[in-house]
């Protein structure tokens, strides 16, 4: 330019030709910033805005990851798979890439027809982002599907929990919802401990989380399971329920409830008496609760085990008078109140004892809260705060209470584990881990003669029927048969049976509540009192589980006199 | 002197573009390839999960205990009862000492051809 412009010879110059490029020069240097910083502008006016676009990562509410998140895998004591996560494609819509909503449905049907029309009709039509059209399927179908080709149509993996156990230990383990959350049993306590918060951060995922351990042993649990299916069948009960507990570590071995649920179809738990009857059920004991009764006693030391008491006639209370069932009408030692099931007898011992002393004692062993225990479902026990006199004699021999069979089991573990109580659990612990937990509620002395007591009822008592399957495992327990209140009265005919036992008694390990309700007598020769079916359950159950657990059959009666206290030798 | 500085850095430039593409498309690759693993890897591990609940649901006590009862004739195998189990401690204690003076007696009697045996077997009227 300045060169033309020199060429046409200008009339005036003010300026020198120099000065007159330079001016020029700064004049293109400045057009040429502008010109880069409008660029720049440009440039970094679309970063801005690219960063301000918030893409939409979630899945109808919730974040990928918390759909995408599995949970540990859940094994037995034994490393035994009880529940592990499968990979299972879902299919959902993006309904605003869909272009031909009719075409869509109809192709979709012909692999799920079990979708109706109209719905998938409204579900595909619309401008949303992304809608499930059915979760959980198999790669079968998802193969079919893919084929389809229909655009705005995919599959995410989601995680689905299963449990290859099925039914056995539906109640321990409880279930998952269709977001992989639990909602019942031990999958529901895992995730208020701390898997819910891992799966909200995104870390839950893949196979990195480590194993759950619980205590429960699948091999034993199977059998209970079945013995309690059996015991349905076999004396046309309408329920039957057992729990077994280690009683130095409190861990819980087998816990079974039948009618029980299928965990893989969450909706089967919604049936109508399908509850967990071992925490979420109370009951009235029944004579299982005079061997807690007549331990509170010895304890105390307000009864020797060298005792006697008189049995001849009924205990009157006002109107009432209180008798025994099956009567020996004279005067019993405490060995024999214990064997005969005698109830003047319990209450005699509980008067000796005091009743605010006897009520103490229950409070000791916690029988009026619930107990420490790792599953949500779970009733608080009703017992009378303060006892009366007539109060305090129906619940020395367990009527007027209803307490939970894991309180029973719990009570019991700590009868004869030396006497200290420990609280249940589901998951491994080991013998210093719960030395630390224990509180001392009998001394060591009393749980001796609790063990003696236990064994001479299997061996002469009403535990025999169990004695006969189990012999040579030195068990030993209570029956109790408890009358069902039908219209305000105590029926004879509707009972709830329990037989609380432990084995084996010279060196006791585990404590077992097994109970059948409203049973029927198996064959007219039998009865329908609790040996006949939560004793005999138990002695086959004892009898299948004992080698199992390493406790070895010794026919020696060398063992059952060693554990008769001194006294009475 | 500058023109040889000019055509060095232009060379160099190109040489630099070319790379950085070549980087660039490589990395790309790369990136699929990755892509495509971790969807693999993610498939094996569906399939793994299945096979593993597969593995565990064939482990259950559940399921092994209706086999076993099935074939329970066949295999002629039935529960354990208590007086099959035995322990070291039942054993019999073993014979205070061997009787070596009627071994020797026999030892001797049989290098001179005269076998106890044969007066049973005779006796029995076997051969």
Same mark, same amino acid.
């Given at each position: 330019m300045a060169a033309l412009a020199e060429g046409h010879a200008?009339?005036?110059?003010?300026?020198g030709a120099r000065k007159q490029r330079g001016s020029l020069t700064q004049a293109r240097i400045r057009w040429m910033i502008l010109g880069v910083l409008i660029g720049f502008a440009l440039v970094g006016g679309r970063l801005i805005q690219l960063g301000m676009v918030e893409t939409d990562q979630t899945i109808e509410g919730q974040t990928r990851d918390a759909i995408q998140a599995s949970r540990p895998p859940i094994l037995d004591r034994?490393?035994?798979?009880?529940a592990v996560d499968i990979r299972v494609p879902s299919l959902y819509a993006e309904p605003r890439r869909i272009i031909d909503v009719e075409e869509a449905v109809q192709k979709l049907r012909t692999v799920l027809?079990?979708?109706?029309e109209e719905w998938l009709r409204n579900r595909l039509s619309?401008?949303?982002?992304f809608v499930w059209v059915?979760? &959980?399927?198999?790669p079968a179908i998802q193969d079919q599907v893919m084929r389809?080709?229909?655009?705005g149509i995919d599959f995410i993996t989601e995680s689905k929990r299963f449990y290859p156990a099925m039914n056995e230990a539906a109640h321990i383990l409880g279930s998952t919802n269709v977001d992989n959350?639990?909602?019942?049993g031990i999958e529901r306590h895992m995730d208020s401990e701390s898997i819910a918060l891992l799966q909200e951060l995104g870390l839950?995922?893949?196979?990195a989380l480590t194993p759950v351990e619980l205590s429960v042993d699948m091999r034993v649990q199977h059998v209970l399971h079945d013995q309690l299916m059996d015991a349905m069948t076999r004396y046309q009960a309408i329920a039957a329920a057992g729990v077994m507990m280690?009683?130095?570590?409190?861990?819980?071995i087998a816990l079974a409830s039948v009618p029980d649920f299928n965990p893989n179809e969450?909706?089967?738990?919604?049936?109508?008496?399908?509850?967990?009857?071992?925490?979420s059920g109370i009951f009235?004991?029944?004579?299982?609760f005079k061997t807690i009764t007549i331990a509170g006693a010895l304890d105390s030391g307000?009864?020797?085990?060298t005792d006697q008491f008189d049995a001849r006639y009924g205990v009157r209370f006002g109107r009432y008078t209180i008798s025994d069932?099956?009567?020996?009408n004279r005067i019993l030692s405490l060995p024999e109140v214990y064997k005969y099931s005698s109830n003047i007898g319990t209450i005699r011992i509980m008067q000796a004892m005091g009743k605010d002393n006897f009520r103490a004692f229950l409070s000791r062993l916690k029988f009026d809260e619930r107990v420490?225990? &790792?599953?949500?479902e779970m009733r608080v026990p009703t017992v009378p705060n303060t006892l009366s006199e007539v109060g305090a004699a129906t619940a020395s021999f367990g009527h007027g209470l209803s307490v939970s069979p894991l309180h029973m089991v719990t009570a019991y573990a700590a009868l004869v584990n030396g006497g200290n109580y420990i609280a249940p659990t589901l998951y491994k612990r080991d013998v210093a881990e719960a030395e630390t937990l224990y509180e001392r509620v009998l001394s060591p002395q009393t749980s001796d003669v609790m063990r003696y007591l236990m064994r001479l009822n299997a061996l002469e008592g009403s535990g025999s029927q169990m004695n006969r399957a189990a012999q040579g495992y030195r068990a030993g327990g209570k029956t109790g048969t408890a009358e069902k209140v039908v219209d305000g009265r105590y029926s004879s005919s509707k009972v709830t049976n329990f037989f609380a036992s432990a084995f084996p008694l010279d060196n006791p390990r585990y404590a077992i509540v097994v109970m059948v309700d409203e049973p029927k007598a &198996?064959?007219?020769?039998?009865?329908?009192?609790?040996?006949w079916n939560a004793g005999t359950l138990t002695g086959r159950l004892i009898q299948r589980v004992a080698p199992m657990l390493g406790v070895a059959p010794d026919f020696n009666e060398a063992l059952d006199r060693q554990i008769v206290p001194p006294a009475l030798r | 002197m500058i023109r040889s500085i000019n055509i060095f850095l232009i060379i160099l430039s190109i040489v630099m573009l070319a790379s950085v593409y070549a980087l660039k498309f490589s990395i790309e690759g790369t990136a699929a390839e990755r892509t495509a693993l971790t969807a693999r890897i993610a498939e094996q591990e569906g399939q793994l999960s299945l096979l593993k609940a597969d593995w565990a649901v064939l482990n259950q006590p559940g399921h092994i205990d209706p086999i076993v009862r099935r074939h329970e004739a066949e295999l002629e195998i039935a529960q354990v009862k208590q007086e099959q189990f035995g322990s070291f401690a039942g054993l019999p204690m073993r014979p205070?000492?061997?009787?070596s003076a009627a071994m020797n007696a026999l030892f001797e009697a049989i290098a001179q051809g005269i076998d106890p045996i044969d007066a049973i077997l005779e006796l029995e009227g076997i051969e």
């Open positions: 200008p009339t005036i110059a003010l300026d034994n490393g035994l798979e009880m027809p079990n979708l109706s619309g401008d949303r982002g059915q979760r &959980e399927l198999t389809l080709g229909i655009p959350q639990g909602i019942a839950a995922r893949g196979n280690d009683i130095y570590t409190g861990e819980i969450p909706a089967t738990a919604l049936v109508k008496d399908t509850f967990n009857r071992i925490t009235e004991p029944g004579s299982i307000a009864v020797r085990v069932f099956h009567g020996k420490a225990f &790792e599953l949500p &198996e064959n007219p020769q039998s009865g329908t009192t609790a040996g | 205070a000492k061997p009787d």
